[in-house]
T-cell receptor
């Protein structure tokens, strides 16, 4: 089945380290997103990309950067991790051809802990 | 940007009863309102959605209503079952900011057998 995958699924790192979270999809969707989820705060958009040459900041982009290496790959980087970036990170995709791109398909999530 | 507020944050109901979760949004330019269900340790999945030109939509035991004038929308689950226990998120898509989605803070629903 076409899917959205994320690696790693769990990661523990130390303050100041650079870390990259990767997202791959076999759905053939053009649009990809990175969200973080914190208890009691729901999902907050970090960055999104509507095609390989398009990168946009979301609500909470400070401290993060992204790279859209191909239609199927969208990576999120923390250049210098800090403890308040400890969260569950979700990648998502959508397809404007499917009912206007309304539905977002989420990956399984990456649990990141910054010590 | 958009501000989506969701209530209640937790909800417990007896099996077979109805559950209602309410969301409000701030920007009248929002035009699409999905609801996602997230089971423990799983990814969010779309369960129902509504566009701004529709007032109500039903799919078996779940329904969503939208009041554009008041800028609020609600999820209704009837005849609740234990497998409905999960966290539910509402969201609003703001058309004039590149179609960004703004999520509510979630409602943890527990259905007591």
């Amino acid at each position: 089945d076409a899917d959205v995958t994320q690696t790693p699924r769990n990661r523990i790192t130390k303050t100041g380290k650079r870390i990259m979270l990767e997202c791959s999809q076999t759905k053939g969707h053009d649009r990809m997103y990175w969200y973080r989820q914190d208890p009691g705060l729901g999902l907050q958009l970090i960055y999104y990309s509507f095609d390989v040459k398009d990168i946009n900041k979301g609500e909470i982009s400070d401290g993060y950067s992204v790279s859209r290496q191909a239609q199927a790959k969208f990576s999120l980087s923390l250049e210098s991790a800090i403890p308040n970036q400890t969260a569950l990170y979700f990648c998502a995709t959508s397809d404007p051809g499917l009912a206007g791109g309304n539905e977002q398909f989420f990956g399984p999530g990456t649990r990141l802990t910054v010590l | 940007g958009e501000n989506v507020e969701q209530h209640p944050s937790t909800l417990s109901v007896q099996e077979g009863d109805s559950a209602v979760i309410k969301c409000t949004y701030s920007d009248s330019a929002s035009n699409y309102f999905p609801w996602y269900k997230q089971e423990l340790g799983k990814r969010p999945q779309l369960i129902i959605d509504i566009r701004s030109n529709v007032g109500e939509k039903k799919d078996q035991r779940i329904a969503v209503t939208l009041n554009k004038t008041a800028k609020h929308f609600s999820l209704h689950i009837t005849e609740t079952q234990p497998e409905d226990s999960a966290v539910y998120f509402c969201a609003a898509r703001l058309k004039n900011t590149g179609n960004q989605f703004y999520f509510g803070t979630g409602t943890s629903l527990t259905v007591i057998p």
